[in-house]
Nanobody, 126 residues
Framework: VQLQASGGGLAQAGGSLRLSCAPSGQILSNYHIGWFRQVPGKAREFVAAITWREGSTYYTDSVKGRFTISRDAAKNTVYLQMNSLKPEDTAVYSC????????????????????WGQGTQVTVSS
């Protein structure tokens, strides 16, 4: 499975962007799919994740109420709708997959995700 993220770009503060993640192969029901972001020189940060089977979601506190992660089984795609963007949201956003969740709860731990995509740049101007 390879991951292709798209939808990044430039937005003004208060604006919106929608990221898409389309794995090349079949998404199995036990997959967890999420997004991390990273700014050069800083540690990567968990943003959000979703279970493919139930659609349960988990967000980092800084994006709750502003970002929404969702899935579309027909399109084999996961989305990250980002509203009320702030300059501090500027980062490279990477789509990730945890293949063997074994029904564990969604996690913010990067080491648990075994597939990582290339990333897409999101820049928010003030």
């Amino acid at each position: 499975v390879q991951l292709q993220a798209s939808g990044g770009g430039l937005a003004q503060a208060g604006g919106s962007l929608r990221l898409s993640c389309a794995p090349s192969g079949q998404i199995l029901s036990n997959y967890h799919i999420g997004w991390f972001r990273q700014v050069p020189g800083k540690a990567r940060e968990f943003v959000a994740a979703i279970t493919w089977r139930e659609g349960s979601t988990y967000y980092t506190d800084s994006v709750k109420g502003r970002f929404t992660i969702s899935r579309d089984a027909a399109k084999n795609t996961v989305y990250l709708q980002m509203n009320s963007l702030k300059p501090e949201d500027t980062a490279v956003y990477s789509c990730v997959v945890r293949q063997n969740s074994r029904n564990a709860p969604l996690s913010a731990t990067g080491a648990l995700y075994d597939l990582w995509g290339q990333g897409t740049q999101v820049t928010v101007s003030s």
